[in-house]
T-cell receptor
């Protein structure tokens, strides 16, 4: 069964450092998303990406965040200068169409120290 | 703006019994989708069931079924014959149809413990 793959599974980084979280979508999916979940809290939408551009982003997704699909396969989330409050589980999700079921990756646990 | 509320932070049920998780939502949209996702201790998000707002018939998926009350903006999940593997956090989620971005809005989650 096809699945969304995220790497790394766990990343520890120092405050102020840049991190890149990677996602390999399901091959025929066209819509890509990033969500985050601070420990014990609800899952929050960050950004949706379609046709090589952002289609919607949340208030959380400020100038410190960026997304791209550099090689047509990987979908990445970059945090330019991490803050302690960026510590969370980050989930990549993909869907075949904008209104179809979203499949989630297993998540990347980001710890900022 | 849409909001999703799950008023039960934690619930427990005996194995083989039935449990119902509550979800209410607020929206001015007429066309939308509703979902229940399961998050086991592994933290992966797994789709349990989906309901289209335009369908009056409640969705079912094996032991999982929903009670969708559009006028009341209520979307509860019933798990029948609970199994130990059902222990997880369950999230209710809303998706607006009009924007076509696929954005999901999640509730706060309900932690379900199935006891042997």
């Amino acid at each position: 069964e096809p699945e969304v793959t995220q790497t790394p599974s766990h990343q520890v980084t120092q405050m102020g450092q840049e991190v890149i979280l990677r996602c390999v979508p399901i091959s025929n999916h066209l819509y890509f998303y990033w969500y985050r979940q601070i420990l014990g809290q609800k899952v929050e939408f960050l950004v949706s990406f379609y046709n090589n551009e952002i289609s919607e982003k949340s208030e959380i997704f400020d100038d410190q965040f960026s997304v791209e699909r550099p090689d047509g396969s990987n979908f990445t989330l970059k945090i330019r200068s991490t803050k302690l409050e960026d510590s969370a589980m980050y989930f990549c999700a993909t869907s075949r169409e904008g209104l179809s079921e979203a499949f989630f990756g297993q998540g990347t646990r980001l710890t900022v120290v | 703006a849409q909001t999703v509320t799950q008023s039960q932070p934690e619930m427990s049920v005996q194995e083989a019994e039935t449990v119902t998780l509550s979800c209410t939502y607020d929206t001015s949209e007429n066309n939308y989708y509703l979902f229940w996702y399961k998050q086991p201790p592994s933290r992966q998000m797994i789709l349990v069931i989906r309901q289209e707002a335009y369908k009056q018939q409640n969705a079912t998926e094996n032991r999982f079924s929903v009670n969708f009350q559009k006028a009341a903006k209520s979307f509860s999940l019933k798990i029948s014959d609970s199994q130990l593997g059902d222990t997880a956090m369950y999230f209710c989620a809303f998706m607006k149809v009009g924007s076509n971005t696929g954005k999901l809005i999640f509730g706060q989650g309900t932690t379900l413990q199935v006891k042997p």
